[in-house]
């Protein structure tokens, strides 16, 4: 079965410093990957997808995240965090074939210091 | 604005009663999804449609029931309330499955 790890349960970051989310998954063809964001009270939302081609892939607020095969890991970053920023992030994952049901992590949330 | 709705936005029931949330979206998507957040457990599936008509059981599907008579809906029946159904609610669509999910801003359910 598919599992998505995200090691860290909460980030603390400056206002302004960069920032890393460690996403790891475990599959052994190429997955699809996402990255969501919840603001508090909020649903999620999309933030970015790899589904292939270019490993390096940009998304919406200013994220990018690299899929790196051998290391089998889809870090989320940004190179200068807002505080409007804060908020929880989710990892997922789904097969190339089958249902299609992404798999998900159990979250990072990210706490942003002025 | 397009996207998903979810109804009711808060709800408190006492065990063994009964309710239904509603779920619409109007992006003409194929595939729509009941998941549940509970603190430290992330999101877990537990029914999900491909299509008008069909269902299908996720990974928590016991105590719930779904419909999808017309594709833009998505129903989610609990027949008899249990505190263990105290949790927020999220439903999503999605034109394929692998195209990344629309997501409602939630339900909040408390089962006392």
């Known amino acids: 079965a598919q599992s998505v790890t995200q090691p860290d349960i909460h980030i603390t970051v400056s206002e302004g410093a960069s920032l890393e989310l460690r996403c790891n998954y475990s599959?052994?063809?190429?997955?699809?990957l996402f990255w969501y964001v919840q603001s508090p009270g909020q649903g999620l939302q999309l933030l970015l997808k790899?589904?292939?081609?270019?490993?390096l892939v940009q998304g919406i607020k200013g994220f990018e995240a690299e899929f790196k095969r051998s290391q089998s890991s889809f870090n989320l970053r940004k190179p200068s965090v807002h505080w409007s920023d804060a908020a929880e992030y989710f990892c997922?994952?789904?097969?190339?074939?089958?249902?299609?049901?992404?798999?998900f992590g159990r979250g990072t949330s990210l706490i942003v210091h002025p | 604005n397009a996207g998903v709705t979810q109804t009711p936005k808060f709800r408190v029931l006492k065990t063994g009663q009964s309710m239904t949330l509603l779920c619409a979206q109007d992006?003409?998507?194929?595939?729509m999804y009941w998941y549940r957040q509970d603190p430290g457990m992330g999101l877990r599936l537990i029914h999900y449609?491909?299509?008008?008509?069909?269902?299908a059981k996720g990974e928590v599907p016991d105590g719930y029931n779904v419909s999808r008579l017309k594709k833009q809906n998505f129903l989610l029946g609990l027949e008899s309330a249990a505190p263990s159904q105290t949790s927020v609610y999220f439903c999503?669509?999605?034109?394929?499955?692998?195209?990344?999910?629309?997501f409602g801003s939630g339900t909040r359910l408390t089962v006392v």
């Open positions: 997922a994952s789904s097969s190339s074939g089958g249902s299609y049901i992404p798999t």
């Open positions: 599959y052994g063809a190429t997955p699809y």
């Open positions: 790899y589904f292939s081609g270019d490993t």
């Open positions: 992006m003409n998507h194929e595939y």
């Open positions: 449609s491909v299509g008008e008509g069909t269902t």
């Open positions: 999503a669509s999605s034109w394929k499955g692998n195209y990344g999910y629309t």
